[in-house]
């Protein structure tokens, strides 16, 4: 059974630092596209980041330079690490993991086959 389990959320003041994490089980998360959405109240869910299984990664334009994806294959965890976070940041951060191993997929929020539950990030001045 596929499961994603994400972690690290939490208060922060604008400016600051947070590290999501999301352990995937049921499957080897290094075969699989993964990526990071985010979902405001009252806003679509949008694309912030994505690892191709073959680790190439892509973020949205709004993320560059801040944000960092990884993925550790030994934990079959995948990470990202936001510095800087401004207020319009806080939202639901959601994992997302799916089969196929495509470039073009990996910010587009319609595609993907799993979903975690999310966790919350709450930026404040």
């Known amino acids: 059974q596929v499961q994603l389990v994400e972690s690290g959320g939490g208060a922060v003041q604008t400016g600051g630092s947070l590290r999501l994490s999301c352990t995937a089980s049921g499957f080897t998360a290094s075969r699989y596209s993964m990526s990071w959405f985010r979902q405001a109240p009252g806003k679509e869910r949008e694309a912030v980041a994505g690892?191709?299984?073959?680790?190439?990664?892509r973020y949205a334009d709004s993320v560059k330079g801040r944000f960092t994806i990884s993925r550790e294959n030994a934990k079959n965890t995948m990470y990202l690490q936001m510095n800087s976070l401004k207020l319009e940041e806080t939202a639901m951060y959601y994992c997302a993991a799916d089969p196929r191993r495509d470039w073009g997929i990996l910010l587009n929020p319609l595609i993907f086959t799993y979903w975690g539950q999310g966790t919350q990030v709450t930026v404040s001045s």
């Open positions: 690892i191709h299984s073959d680790g190439r990664t």
